[in-house]
């Protein structure tokens, strides 16, 4: 069983910085792509930023600057650093990753972390 836990979400005023980690556990051969998706009240997931394994990261056009993505393969981990926050960064951030896991490839998510930003 492989499962994906979240952590490092909470209040922050706008202008502020957070980081968000998200660490996968059981029987994993290998991860592919990981990253981090939103979703604020009434509205639907979106993409935040993506990882492949290699490194080379992709980001929403609304947070490029501010988020940085990164990754450590060893510990099958994956890190949100959240920077100049603004209020419409509010929402569930849902970590993703593509596993390898019991002969297996699947897409598995997290339980998600709250983000919430304050004026």
């Known amino acids: 069983q492989v499962q994906l836990v979240e952590s490092g979400g909470g209040l922050v005023q706008a202008g502020g910085s957070l980081r968000l980690s998200c660490a996968a556990s059981?029987?994993?051969?290998?991860?592919?792509?990981m990253g981090w998706y939103r979703q604020a009240p009434g509205k639907q997931r979106e993409l935040v930023a993506t990882?492949?394994?290699?490194?080379?990261?992709n980001y929403a056009d609304s947070v490029k600057g501010r988020f940085t993505i990164s990754r450590d393969n060893a510990k099958n981990t994956v890190y949100l650093q959240m920077n100049s926050l603004k209020l419409e960064d509010t929402a569930v951030y849902y970590c993703?990753?593509?596993?390898?896991?019991?002969?297996?490839?699947?897409?598995?998510w997290g339980q998600g972390t709250q983000v919430t930003v304050s004026s």
């Open positions: 993703n990753g593509d596993v390898v896991s019991g002969g297996r490839r699947n897409d598995y």
């Open positions: 059981g029987r994993i051969l290998s991860i592919y792509d």
């Open positions: 990882i492949k394994r290699g490194g080379s990261t």
